[in-house]
Antibody, heavy 122, light 107 residues
């Protein structure tokens, strides 16, 4: 059974750095052609893709947020970590992690975590 | 970045109706398109990948078509549990991008 769970602070102050952890089970972060993506959703708004990391450590970032984001993984702990620097109130959102399955040759986000709401406020 | 534009932004429909949602990419993406359904307070759920492949466990009333720049998601006979917001997503090239969403509401 594949599961993903996000964890991290519910409240951060402006200018602080946000660190979110996605803990996965039911698959390995070393599985070929699999990875984890981070997506966020401000209240009442659309989904926004942030970053991903594959089993071979290939990474990609949102163009608009690239300078603020870092994604990494610890395969032994089954965790993927996303850091976002210089947080602002506009970064208030529910943050999701999702599994990437590229084994069919097509990138798909087939399992999602429940999401974690992060509020940025002083 | 590839921009994904969905239309309409919302649609009102009745149970049993056929509903079609479109997604247009700002440049050709072959068949690298997925569709997701999201209900309020829940994580998105994968419905369709590779433009027309039905994800395991998804009812067959959902179907996807298209390639290149124009894609559609069709719900052949709308059921009560289908009232939700639907998003398209491209992965032809990185960064991955999502459409703005289409909300399917009860008429």
């Amino acid at each position: 059974q594949v599961t993903l769970k996000e964890s991290g602070p519910v409240l951060v102050k402006p200018t602080e750095t946000l660190t979110l952890t996605c803990t996965v089970s039911g698959f390995s972060l070393s599985n070929a052609r699999m990875g984890v993506s981070w997506i966020r959703q401000p209240p009442g708004k659309a989904l926004e893709w942030l970053a991903h990391i594959f089993s071979n450590d290939e990474k990609s970032y949102s163009t608009s947020l690239k300078s603020r984001l870092t994604i990494s993984k610890d395969t032994s702990k089954s965790q993927v970590v996303l850091t976002m620097t210089n947080m602002d109130p506009v970064d208030t959102a529910t943050y999701y992690c999702a599994r990437i399955d590229d084994s069919s040759g097509y990138y798909r986000l087939d399992y999602w975590g429940q999401g974690t709401l992060v509020t940025v406020s002083s | 970045d590839i921009q994904m534009t969905q239309s309409p932004s919302s649609v009102s429909a009745s149970v049993g109706d056929r509903v079609t949602i479109t997604c247009r990419a700002s440049q050709g993406i072959s068949s690298w398109l997925a569709w997701y359904q999201q209900k309020p307070g829940k994580a998105p759920k994968l419905l369709i990948y590779a433009a027309s492949s039905l994800q395991s466990g998804v009812p067959s009333r959902f179907s996807g078509s298209g390639s290149g720049t124009d894609f559609t998601l069709t719900i052949s006979s709308l059921q009560p549990e289908d009232f939700a917001t639907y998003y398209c997503q491209q992965a032809n090239s990185f960064p991955v991008t999502f459409g703005g969403g289409t909300k399917v509401e009860i008429k």
